[in-house]
Structures are given as structure tokens and as C-alpha cells.
């Protein structure tokens, strides 16, 4: 089913975010195993895997509407180079994931595409309710029973 080249591009740009995503996630997730945090390296090692899954959908949509899906770009990533550091990084990609996504699912709407709309508040869903939570609850964890408590934990 052809679509308009504008929706395409956008969904090109949001697969490159899922992308940049899934590599970070696996590069702190490799660093935590390196670190001994074998909890926390399971953890974030399934956000990867979330990621790419985010991207396969992105990837079979962009197909089925007779695009070309970019699979080669990517945004900078932001390696943290502590646990806490690690997870407000992937905090702040996730907010911008979150924003990217709200912004083309207003473009959907707009240019009466429903089913994009419709998969993409599925990844929306998926942002808010699994990654940022999780994420914003370590933080709070930190900051509630401190940093070596918290990491104590997750050995
Ligand atoms: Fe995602
Ligand atoms: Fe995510």
C-alpha cells in the first residue's frame, strides 16, 4: 500500500531512535555484567531486546507501505559511566523517544493514517508504562535507600 513520502521519513527518523536505543541498552546492559550487576544486566538487556522489536515493527510498516527502511543511521548514544549516570541517560532517551513519537503520531492523525497512529501508541504505551517507569523507579530507589544499598541488591 503506497503512502505519502513525508510519514516514511518520520517513521525512518523514529527507527533510527528505537535503533540508537537498542544499542545503548545493550552497551550499559554489557557494561552492568562487566561490572558483576548480573540482575541489572539481565534487566536492561530485555530493554534491548524491547528496542529492536520496536524497530521490527517499524521496519514491516515502513515495507508495507512502500518505503525503504533505514536501518544503517543512528542518533549519538550517551554512555553513562556509573549505574545512576547509565539509567539517567536512558531516562532522558526515553523522554525524547516519547516526544518523537507523540509528535508523528499527531502527524498520523493528521494525514488521516490510523493504523501508523494506531502501532505507534502501541510503542508509546510501551515507553511510558515499561521503559520510563522502570527507570524512574530505580532513580527513586537511589534516592530513597542510596546507591550502595540499591546496587547491593542487584549483584
Ligand atoms: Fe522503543
Ligand atoms: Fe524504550
Known amino acids: 500500500m503506497k503512502s505519502n513520502k513525508k510519514i516514511i521519513d518520520k517513521l525512518n527518523s523514529l527507527l533510527t531512535g528505537e535503533l540508537t536505543a537498542a544499542d545503548q541498552y545493550m552497551t550499559h546492559s554489557r557494561m552492568l555484567e ?3 550487576f548480573s540482575v541489572l544486566h539481565k534487566r536492561l538487556d530485555n530493554e534491548s531486546k524491547d528496542e529492536q522489536e ?3 515493527i517499524l521496519v514491516k510498516r515502513i515495507l508495507f507501505l512502500e518505503g525503504k527502511p533505514d536501518l544503517g543511521s543512528r542518533n549519538e548514544m550517551s554512555i553513562g559511566d556509573n549505574v545512576e549516570a547509565m539509567f539517567k541517560n536512558d531516562l532522558t ?6 516526544d518523537h513519537l507523540r509528535e508523528v503520531i ?10 501508523t497512529r494506531h502501532l505507534l501508541v502501541l510503542l508509546l504505551k510501551n515507553t ?3 521503559h520510563m517507569y522502570w527507570l524512574e523507579q530505580q532513580l527513586g530507589l537511589i534516592s530513597r ?3 550502595q544499598n540499591y546496587l547491593q541488591s542487584k549483584m
Open 128 to 130: 511510558e508504562e515499561d
Open 93 to 98: 532517551l526515553e523522554y525524547q523517544v516519547a
Open 54 to 56: 520496536h524497530a521490527d
Open 34 to 36: 562487566d561490572f558483576g
Open 106 to 115: 499527531a502527524f498520523c492523525e493528521q494525514e488521516q493514517d490510523y493504523v
Open 145 to 147: 535507600v542510596g546507591l
